[in-house]
């Protein structure tokens, strides 16, 4: 049997860094919101509508938001450290993001100020970003560049 190196590509660091400021900011909102609650939520531009719709969520909707957030961030530092587990851990991401999108969309939120529009869009391309990673990690490890 031969033990063969397979050398790390370049893009794999790019795509690691980039995604773990993408998800540190993510785990910072996280962490804020739930240590600061609608203090940071009001200088974070948040209407009252928006801090209530916020506030009303059930319960059992820390599920998902707790898998997207961490689990991307665990997913980011597993893929630069080339662990095969960040696969893992970008999927439960991924199923985090698509249930937070599931939800959002089922029970849509108040009208935003003009100044927050771009909120509207801000499931979806967290969606699609959780996708990207999923994939990316996946074909890396198909790829042998995960260990």
């Known amino acids: 049997m031969t ?9 794999l ?6 995604s773990l400021l993408w998800n540190g900011f993510g785990a910072y909102d996280f962490i804020m919101t739930n240590t600061q609650g609608e203090a940071y939520m009001r200088a974070s531009g948040m209407t009252q509508g928006m801090i209530d719709y916020f506030n009303a969520m059930p319960t059992w909707m820390y599920v998902p ?3 997207g957030v961490w689990g991307a961030v665990l997913g980011s530092i597993l893929l630069l450290l080339r662990n095969r587990l960040a696969v893992w851990a970008f999927a439960a991401s991924l199923l985090g993001a698509v249930a937070s ?14 100044a927050m529009a771009m909120m509207k869009w801000m499931p979806w391309l967290i969606a699609v970003v959780a996708a990207f990673l999923a994939w990316y990690a996946w074909t890396m490890g198909k790829r042998g560049v995960l260990r």
């Open 3 to 11: 033990d063969m190196t397979v050398k790390t590509p370049w893009h």
């Open 13 to 18: 660091w790019a795509v690691g860094v980039v």
């Open 65 to 67: 938001w707790t898998l």
């Open 101 to 114: 999108l599931l939800f959002g969309l089922i029970h849509p939120m108040p009208e935003l100020p003009e």
